[in-house]
Structure formats: C-alpha cells, structure tokens
C-alpha cells in the first residue's frame, strides 16, 4: 500500500462512501445525529455488535496525538441510530459484520473471543485483511464511519464537530475573504 497522509485517505474514502448515507432524507440524518448526541443505549445493535463495531470504525478512523476519532465522533450511535431508520436494510450486514469480525479475531489469536479485545496491531490486521479480501461489510462499515464522523453536526454524527477539528475546519459564523488557498492570491 503506498504511503498516503490520513488527510489524504479520509479524502479518497470520503468520495467512495456508501450511497445510502448521502441518499437518505435530512430529516432521518438529523434524527441520528441527535441520537449520537444523546444516546445512552443501542436500538438496534446488541452490546457485543456495538463494542466490535465501535473498535472496527476506531481503526478506520483512529484517534492519534490529540486527535479525535470515530470514539470521541460516537460514530458509533450514530450508524445505530441509522440502522433503526433510513439504513434498516444494513441491519443485517452490520449483524454479519459483527460476526465476521469476532470469527476473525478468532482466527488472529487463539482463544479471542472479540474483535475489541484485540490489541491495536491485531485489529489493524484484522481490518487491512477484511479490506484486502474485498469484504463488502468493510466497504459499508467505511462508509458508515465516514458519515458519523464527518456529517454536519446538525444533520447527524460528528458529535462536537470531532470530525470537523481533524480536517482543521474552522465552524464560524460568518466568512471573510480570502476564503482559502484558491483565494489567497486574488
């Protein structure tokens, strides 16, 4: 896999996210991100599903020298509050995931019973093969954390705007030129 910086990927990933968290109606997003706000309990995942997706998504989107991540973002009720909406037809994925993630972790040591209880090298592993073996779940999960941890606030996830200070966005009220780079030199 060639170097690339984490701005870089996030950007790349971010083009490729799964069409149903761009396609579904703000008023569902909103609900979600409110969720994500506010949530104590899962309405659709189970303790255990919720705990291996959370640590997956926190290997998408680590949280690294202060940075936040997908943890801080709680992209994690975010994706649940969206199963219980506009993605109740992921259900089922996100339930084999869960799955999938425990038999691999399985497999990578002896006697694991879960995803999250690997160390952070085991689950890089874990997800650079999912990834690599084209597993659709890693392209939904993907997907899923990149619109938790990226959405406007108040459409859904991002929970305060996590995502928004790891791509150094500057949330303002009002905007003054230069409005950035392309703008700089006008």
Do not use: C
């Amino acid at each position: 896999m060639p170097d690339i910086t984490r701005r870089q990927f996030i950007a790349a990933t971010g083009v490729t996210a799964a069409s149903i968290w761009l396609t579904a109606e703000a008023r569902d997003v909103i609900a979600a991100g409110v969720h994500a706000a506010q949530a104590k309990k899962f309405e659709v995942l189970t303790e255990a599903d919720a705990a291996e997706i959370e640590a997956a998504a926190a290997v998408i989107i680590p949280s690294d020298g202060g940075t936040p991540g997908a943890r801080e973002a709680r992209v994690i009720y975010f994706i649940d509050k969206s199963l219980a909406t506009f993605a109740k037809d992921q259900r089922k994925a996100f339930e084999d995931g869960a799955k999938e993630l425990r038999r691999r972790a399985a497999k990578k040591q002896r006697g694991a019973t879960s995803f999250a209880a690997l160390n952070n090298a085991q689950q890089i592993a874990v997800i650079a093969d999912m990834e690599k073996d084209q597993k659709s779940f890693f392209n939904t999960l993907r997907g899923g954390t990149i619109a938790g941890m990226f959405a406007n606030p108040e459409y859904g996830g991002n929970y305060n705007k996590a995502g928004w200070a790891v791509l150094g966005f500057n949330d303002q009220f009002s905007w003054a030129a230069p409005f950035g780079w392309y703008d700089r030199n006008v």
